[in-house]
């Protein structure tokens, strides 16, 4: 917009096309792996990869960070019909997303548009092992 005057009533005009897991990911189904790199299309698309590349150096990784078990993730945050959980388990088996917290970071330097650096972070149960997953769901 140029000139002068009150810009409050200006009309934009255009398309807009919202971000959607369709529109990037050419209509694959979100448990679809066409590059097979183990890695299920809708995960590919939350942390920012590729339908036709090698996602597997992309996944976040738990650590310990005394006595919290940690994840930061870079995740896409301009989609709101993704759901996006982090959950906590023992044996692989039962899981659960009681007690984990979600904090964004506040450096977000290299991070692009659309996405956050967050990191997920709980008190692992008392078990020998614990286990952490990013658990992400398409809304209808």
């Known amino acids: 917009v ?6 409050a009533n200006t ?4 398309s807009f096309t ?16 066409t590059d097979g790199d183990g890695v299920p299309a809708l995960l590919e698309y939350v942390l920012g ?8 150096t ?7 960070n005394g006595s919290n078990m940690e994840m930061t993730v ?3 945050v301009d989609d709101t019909t993704i759901t996006k959980v982090a959950e906590v388990s023992s044996d692989l088996g039962s899981w659960s997303s009681t007690g984990v917290t979600r904090t964004v970071s506040a450096n977000q330097t290299g991070v692009p548009a659309g996405f956050q650096r967050v990191t997920y972070s709980v ?5 020998t092992r614990s286990f952490m997953r990013l658990r992400v769901t398409l809304q209808p």
């Open 74 to 76: 870079v995740e896409r």
């Open 11 to 14: 009309l934009w005009t255009g």
């Open 2 to 7: 140029s000139g002068t005057g009150d810009y």
């Open 123 to 127: 008190t692992p149960p008392s078990s």
């Open 58 to 64: 992309n996944l976040p990784g738990a650590v310990m």
């Open 18 to 33: 919202p971000v959607s897991f369709a529109a990037n990911f050419n209509g694959a189904s979100a448990t679809s792996d």
């Open 49 to 56: 990869g590729s339908a036709s590349g090698n996602d597997a």
